[in-house]
């Protein structure tokens, strides 16, 4: 079955009480056993919800894997993975990565005896100096966030394997409809839902699939007990989005294209960063294991200064400044101060993430007015609010 098929029917089946094509959203805490432990299938709607269920079978479908379990959030479904791990195990994690997984791997996990090495991913080998005895998961994502460097998952699998370590992918940029990572030996795929999955900035949502029988029953066990599922509706309205996601990542792609492109011909714009230009440092890796380079790109200006970037991040009027990503509408961020603003300036700076970066998220609007809107941001010269790049608050 092609993929644009399995979005649209795998894991779904018409309700066999009234025949709705829709997956109902199954809106209860508990269900009516005919005798103790004698039930339908299910018990406590922490545990099993039908909704969830049909999910599940869905997304395990379309990322090729044999199972799936949903979260409340993609933080939840991070927490879970490194719940597999006990004191003293190790995990080497790319440099490059969403601020809220270094803040939950450092700020909560660290204290629990967990080890965490930090490291540029994109030559693979440099994995190997990492790992010892300790070494338990090698946790990435590709493209990065907000870098959109590249990694080579079948060359990290590769070096795990003989190791017997766990290789996580966060394919949150990406999409199934991209890439998908357990066919090139991951072990578990995650999803923060909320972005392209969902599709529409109307959910929180969080998912892994993975291959391994053994694997999967220690994580719904840890799903189970720990209790960060996501509610019915939630779970509707990812199927609602997954029905969707391969029209929609193909205008993502074909406008992200044009935007990246033009960006890089703009004389007041300095660096690209985006995943499909040939001279990207590991364009043949993205061209081998993706299928489209997506719609996130970030960049900087010649005037590499905050105020500069600020004109643009307050000035457009399609791109909405917001965190998240993935919806059907364009949004523009300022990494520094919002979705990374956990990871410690210096470690920011090592990797290339400065103060002025910004980043956007390309939508699915026509791209020429999208293209407009950054050519009047990008000449405003009106003084706008400064964003605080100092702060300390948590953010999302």
């Not at 406590?44 to 090729?64: D, F, K, S, V």
């Not at 291959?211 to 509707?236: H, M, T, Y």
Request: glycine share 8%; aromatic share 6%; net charge negative.
């Amino acid at each position: 079955m092609k993929l644009a098929t399995k979005l649209i029917h795998a894991g779904i089946e018409p309700d066999p009480s009234t025949g709705a094509i829709m997956t109902p959203i199954y809106q209860t805490s508990t269900y009516v056993q005919t005798a103790p432990g004698d039930h339908k299938g299910y018990e406590y709607a922490r545990t099993q919800n039908p909704t969830r269920t049909a999910l599940q079978n869905a997304l395990a479908a379309i990322e090729n894997g044999k199972f799936a379990l949903c979260f409340s959030s993609g933080m939840a479904a991070t927490d879970a993975v490194i719940k597999l791990l006990n004191p003293g195990d190790e995990v080497i994690a790319a440099n490059d990565m969403y601020g809220g997984t270094y803040r939950m791997f450092t700020k909560i996990f660290e204290k629990y005896g967990l080890k965490f090495h930090f490291i540029d991913m994109q030559d693979a080998n440099n994995i190997k100096q990492h790992i010892n005895a300790n070494t338990k998961l090698i946790w990435t994502e590709t493209p990065t966030n907000p870098m959109m460097n590249i990694i080579d998952i079948k060359a990290v699998a590769d070096i795990a394997k003989p190791h017997n370590i766990m290789v996580c992918v966060d394919n949150t940029f990406a999409s199934p409809y991209l890439q998908t990572p357990l066919d090139l030996g991951a072990d578990i795929v995650l999803h923060s839902a909320t972005k392209y999955l969902g599709g529409h900035s109307d959910v929180v949502h969080g998912c892994l699939i993975i291959n391994d029988a053994a694997q999967e029953e220690k994580l719904r066990f840890i799903q189970n007990s720990c209790g960060g599922v996501p509610g019915p509706q939630d779970c509707f309205l990812v199927l609602r989005g997954l029905k969707t996601l391969h029209i929609r990542m193909q205008r993502h792609c074909e406008n992200g294209e044009k935007i990246a492109n033009w960006l890089r011909s703009n004389s007041k714009v300095d660096k690209v960063y985006w995943c499909g230009f040939q001279d990207h440092p590991n364009y043949a890796i993205a061209k081998k294991q993706m299928r489209g380079f997506g719609g996130m790109i970030s960049f900087t200006l010649k005037d590499d200064s905050m105020e500069a970037a600020n004109k643009v991040l307050s000035t457009t009027k399609l791109f909405s400044l917001a965190e998240s990503l993935g919806g059907v509408e364009s949004l523009i961020g300022h990494p520094a101060s919002m979705t990374h603003a956990s990871i410690p300036r210096e470690e920011r700076m090592k990797n290339g993430l400065t103060d002025s970066l910004i980043r956007l998220s390309v939508g699915i609007e026509d791209v020429d007015d999208l293209i407009e809107d950054l050519d009047n941001a990008i000449g405003k010269e009106t003084q706008q609010p400064k964003i605080n790049t100092e702060r300390n608050a948590v953010t999302v």
